[in-house]
């Protein structure tokens, strides 16, 4: 490979497609976490439960580990409720294993499940807007519909609780207002994220995947007439 690969270049799905692309030998499992997180939004403090699938492998024999995070799912309205996240971490997933299957790289494709939950939300019987995601409104502005989005960038500080220790994250997380057919949509994407203590030697790279993704979103966007303004993380 013209390249020499370095564990700390592998950060997102499409490295691995790329590699995999340029004739390397990849290799691919995941594990899956949902985990309850302390998010520091703003002036409103909430806690939600992130999903998150830790990919590893060997790209030529070189391991490789990274994490990303498909959605987040609370019992309020700051983000999604715990059974739309399912839905929708899993909408994501999908994608990702298409392109991986697309290219090659086989894995066994699992998905999220209410029973990977640590708690239960009985009894929510509040009503909700439909499950929809980006993808949703980039085919429906293909087909002719007229979508807007607003853009808000921040770096949202929280604390991640796992069994036995606690880990403060910096999330890059994304605002998305949309606007078609008369309707806004409001929703949340975490593009990447760092360890807050660590932020010196890490946020660069983070910032670099982050607006890689933004980027990709971009160019779906401008395929499909969205109005929108272009903004990146710094």
């Known amino acids: 490979m013209e390249e020499k690969?370095?564990?700390?270049?592998?950060?997102?799905?499409?490295?691995?497609?790329?590699?995999?692309?340029?004739?390397?030998?990849?290799?691919?499992?995941?594990?899956f976490?949902?985990?309850?997180?302390d998010f520091q939004h703003r002036e409103s403090p909430f806690q939600?439960?992130?999903?998150?699938?830790?990919?590893e492998g060997e790209i030529d024999e070189e391991q490789y580990s990274f994490r990303k995070c498909y959605a987040r799912g609370c019992p309020h309205n700051l983000c999604p409720n715990v059974s739309q996240a399912v839905m929708i971490a899993n909408r994501y997933l999908q994608r990702d294993y298409f392109l991986l299957r697309k290219a090659g790289i086989e894995l066994e494709e699992r998905l999220f499940t209410l029973e990977d939950m640590l708690v239960k939300f009985d009894g929510y019987q509040e009503e909700h807007d439909p499950?929809?995601?980006i993808d949703d409104y980039i085919h429906m502005a293909k087909e002719g519909t007229e979508v807007s989005v607003d853009i808000d960038l921040e770096y949202v500080p929280a604390v991640?609780?796992?069994?036995?220790?606690?880990?403060?994250?910096?999330?890059?997380?994304?605002?998305?207002?949309?606007?078609?057919?008369?309707?806004?949509?409001?929703?949340?994407?975490?593009?990447?994220c760092y360890q807050t203590d660590r932020?010196?030697?890490e946020k660069d790279d983070q910032?670099?995947?982050?607006n890689a993704r933004l980027k990709d979103?971009?160019?779906?966007?401008d395929q499909a007439s969205i109005k929108y303004e272009k903004r990146f993380f710094v």
């Open 5 to 31: 690969l370095t564990k700390g270049r592998i950060h997102r799905v499409s490295d691995l497609v790329s590699f995999k692309d340029k004739g390397a030998s990849v290799t691919c499992r995941q594990t």
């Open 33 to 37: 976490e949902v985990i309850p997180v």
């Open 48 to 55: 939600a439960h992130t999903f998150l699938c830790h990919f």
């Open 131 to 133: 499950t929809l995601t």
């Open 160 to 192: 991640e609780h796992f069994a036995n220790y606690q880990n403060s994250q910096t999330f890059l997380n994304i605002d998305f207002v949309v606007e078609s057919l008369a309707k806004k949509h409001n929703f949340q994407r975490c593009f990447a």
């Open 199 to 201: 932020e010196e030697e």
């Open 207 to 210: 910032v670099e995947v982050a």
């Open 217 to 221: 979103l971009y160019k779906e966007f």
